[in-house]
């Protein structure tokens, strides 16, 4: 049996069970549970704060689990990251407020830096050989520049609306993260059937969700040209259509050329394009 952990409430809550689902994984929802067994999967997921997941995946309470690559960096904990999970994009940067002068990390020599990540800040004033003191606070890290409480702030942005609401700017990207899943090296060796089994399925269904299946109809003497146009698994398959002269042309398209090609196949003839969210993707 494997144990999986993932976040007991917060930004990665709602994505990591939605994942596991799409896995074909039955968890049973954690609000209040600290547990929940999975009917249909050799597996038990444990709910903990995001924060804590990383020691509880060293020390082997769980084997595997869902979480933000940056904590991983941040506790500096010795796992094995074996999948991207494509969610909870964010980075890792320091802010000053609006106006302050910023030339690269010298700037921020003497300076009262205010973080809930000190480690990884650490890490970076000492790479630049600078010296600032750190001022531990475990959320709301954005108004602290404003209350007066430090002179610039380095904590995790995504839109980088709270930064501008506060009046702050971001100067400087110190790591980028996502929602990553990671393992324990001896759950690996010992569980890796399991481990695999799951992690292929994760791979299934992000590589489903950045793809779409699509069809349309084309004039014959149009299908080489269309086929060009995409880029396909293998190639394309055609299907005539009662029609004389016509045919209908399916293929997989990544979501990332989406509009690009649906302009150029509708440049080239097609007609009654249709786009398919697909489920899962084996290849
Ligand atoms: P805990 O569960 O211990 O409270 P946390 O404070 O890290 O952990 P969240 O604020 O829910 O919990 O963030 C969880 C993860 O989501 C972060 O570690 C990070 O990887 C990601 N994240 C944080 N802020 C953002 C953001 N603004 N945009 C996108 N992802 C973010
Ligand atoms: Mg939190």
């Known amino acids: 049996m494997i144990k999986i952990a993932v976040q007991k409430s917060g930004r990665l809550y709602e994505d990591s069970l939605r994942l596991l689902k799409d896995c074909g994984l039955y968890v049973e929802d954690g ?6 067994e999975v009917r249909n ?4 997921v444990l709910f903990l704060r995001n924060s804590d997941i990383p020691k509880y995946l060293e020390d082997g309470v769980a084997d595997i689990a869902i979480l933000g690559e940056n904590v991983l960096i941040e506790k500096n904990v010795d796992v094995a990251v074996v999948e991207k999970l494509g969610f909870s994009k964010c980075r890792l940067s320091v802010a000053l407020p609006k106006g302050a002068e910023f030339n690269g990390a010298a700037s921020l020599e003497g300076k009262k830096i205010a973080t809930s990540y000190p480690h990884s800040l650490q890490q970076y004033l000492d790479k630049n050989g600078v010296n600032a003191s750190i001022h531990l606070i475990s959320g709301s890290v954005e108004i602290a520049p404003n209350i007066g409480l430090a002179d610039a702030i380095c904590d995790l942005v995504s839109s980088g609306n709270t930064l501008f609401k506060n009046g702050l700017e971001e100067k400087e990207i110190l790591l980028k993260s ?5 393992a324990n090296y001896k759950s690996l060796k010992e569980k890796g059937e399991l481990i695999e089994e799951l992690a292929f399925r994760i791979r299934s269904v992000l590589k489903a969700r950045k793809n779409k299946y699509i069809l349309f109809n084309i004039p014959n003497d149009k299908i080489e040209e269309a086929s060009k146009i995409l880029p396909v698994l293998k190639s394309p398959t055609v299907l005539p259509l009662v029609e004389e002269g016509w045919s209908s042309l399916h293929s997989v398209i990544s979501d990332d050329d989406f ?3 649906m302009s150029k196949l509708k440049a080239c003839g097609a007609q009654g394009i249709l786009v398919i969210p697909i489920e899962k993707m084996v290849v």
Do not use: H, P, R, S
């Open 31 to 36: 609000l209040d549970t600290l547990k929940a």
């Open 41 to 44: 999967f050799d597996a038990e």
């Open 178 to 182: 996502e929602a990553v899943l990671a």
């Open 259 to 261: 509009w690009n090609i």
